[in-house]
């Protein structure tokens, strides 16, 4: 059989009549396209030679099947066309098989025993129109098959999500690599962007490369995270979502989570071994964030992030390796109060009266409280309740998840102090100069002391003892479970620095611009330092260093032991910010409207 088939006179020298196929383009398209295998088919005729084009008379079927009844993306479908000659013409159809999908050709195959297949796997989502068209010769007549509306729909995937490290502590990176595959029966790769999510919360959008997206991070907060990688899909694959990943995050004991590092307020940062006295002096600042106004709040950092407020009206977090903003979130008013950031949620105050909680990673909004007047007082958090005082006289107890209040209690003036937490008391001063303990659970008074001048210090619990600062030039301390006064000591100027207490000495500032060092058993002096200007900055100690800042426009580092000058870094304005001290890196705030970052590195630029 010839791929194009001729009219040809048969042994009576009669012409043969041409049978009408049922599509006569389709048969004339598929006589062209099967040229290359309907070639193959050529022989010499004894019905005479070739006059013109013509097709036989002898009338054929052809019929398809699939098989599947419908498939996927990327899965292999055969398609099988059977020709069959019709009485009263007898044998096998020899010629072409062309099969379409609507116009487009998907082969042309020479039938064997009637029979003529196709596979294919790149029929996309949707109906496809298959048909196949036997193209006939000069005795069988060309036969096109009943359309069979063909259903190809999204494949399904999978998503696997693996963690560099099953262990990680605060602060660490942690990459995340999620990979996206087919599921059989279908096949390709899915280049839809994959979706990271904490919880309910969106760490990344990544465009997968070979199927495969990774994401880091170093700022997830301490405690359990419930992850998930989410494929969205696309057009021709189903999204998916990966089984949650259960991860831990532990306590590296090294971030400075709130005003003083911590609910007791002992100004230490404990696990901190890269700064020590003999590298001190070769701090360098790494980067200065620029805000629009003097920064009095003292930084928070946790996990890689650092937070603190702007006398512009903003809450900020910033990357603590590069200064990058991560977020900002926008009070209205000041923020004076430094924030404290624990379980993933950022609790602080402004000058507007409004307390809030926003989230950690991205500083939505979780609850606010609306106070009486402004909210100056650094919270406070221990065993899922956030503390924090008003300058309504009150002290605020709520609950750290819902913001609901659990009680409140009054002082006799405004509290600018941050409380402190001990085992079952709060201790907070006020302006009325008297120090205050309230009962943990109840909000109970316990009991206060007097003392002759506005306690705007935040005190000190530690040992049963609370070391709290007055106006009037005193360090008070006093029983923790009574107040019955232990010692005291007249520092000759107010005293605004709250004490650091470490090793058994306490640490802090005065206005006459003197760095204290006392005997914390007996109040004895151990050794003063001087600076240029007035101390509001309260101390931080770590590896044997006390860092603290001074309106001298300097922040200053000494020996814990001797009060030896061992570094000082100079700004273009007064700080009253206090320094905090994580992971090698020193943050303190400066009226020159920058957060100042500094570490043992190359100077940089700031930003």
Known sequence: MSAVVSRAEDQKGSVATRSAPRSPARARSATLVCGAVLAALVVSSSLGPVAEAAIGTVPTSTTITTSVASSVTGQPVTITATVA?????????????VFYDGTTVL?????????????????????HNLTAVYVGDHVLASSTSPLLAFGVNKASTAVTLTPSTTTPISGQTVTFTASVGVVAPGAGTPGSAITLMDGTTTLATVAPVAGTATFSTSILAVGTHTLAATSTGGTY????????LGLTIASCGCDWTEFRGGPNHYGTAPAETSLSGADVG?????????????????????SGIVYFGSEDGRIIAVNAATGAVVWTVSTGSPVHASPAVVNGAVFVGSEDGTFRALDALTGALKWTIATGSSVDSS????????????????????????????????????IYSSPAIGATELVVGSNDGKIY??????????WAWGTAGAVV??????NGAVYAPSDDGRLWVLRADTGAPLWWKQTGAIIESSPAVVNGVVFLGNNSGTVFAFNAATGATIWTAATGGQIHSSPAVANGVVYIGSMDHSVYAYDASSGATLWSYATSSPITSSPSIANGSLYVGGWDHALHA??????????
């Open 85 to 97: 000659v019709l009485p009263p013409g007898v044998g096998v159809a020899p010629d072409g098989v």
């Open 107 to 127: 082969g042309a195959v020479a039938p064997v025993n009637g029979q003529a297949s196709v596979t294919t796997a790149s029929l996309l989502v949707g109906v």
């Open 237 to 244: 694959f189903l999204p998916s979502t990966s089984p949650p």
């Open 282 to 302: 070769q701090l360098t600042q790494k980067w200065a964030d620029i805000t629009d106004a003097p920064i009095l709040s003292s930084p928070a950092l946790v």
């Open 379 to 414: 919270a406070s958090v221990a065993n899922g309740t956030v503390y924090f005082g008003g300058t309504d006289a009150e002290v605020y107890a709520v609950n750290a998840k819902t913001g609901s209040i659990n009680w409140t209690a009054t002082a006799g003036g405004a």
């Open 437 to 446: 303990a309230f009962n943990l659970a109840t909000g109970a008074q316990v």
């Open 457 to 462: 210090a935040s005190p000190t619990v530690i």
């Open 598 to 607: 500094f570490t043992l590195l190359t100077p940089q630029s700031p930003r």
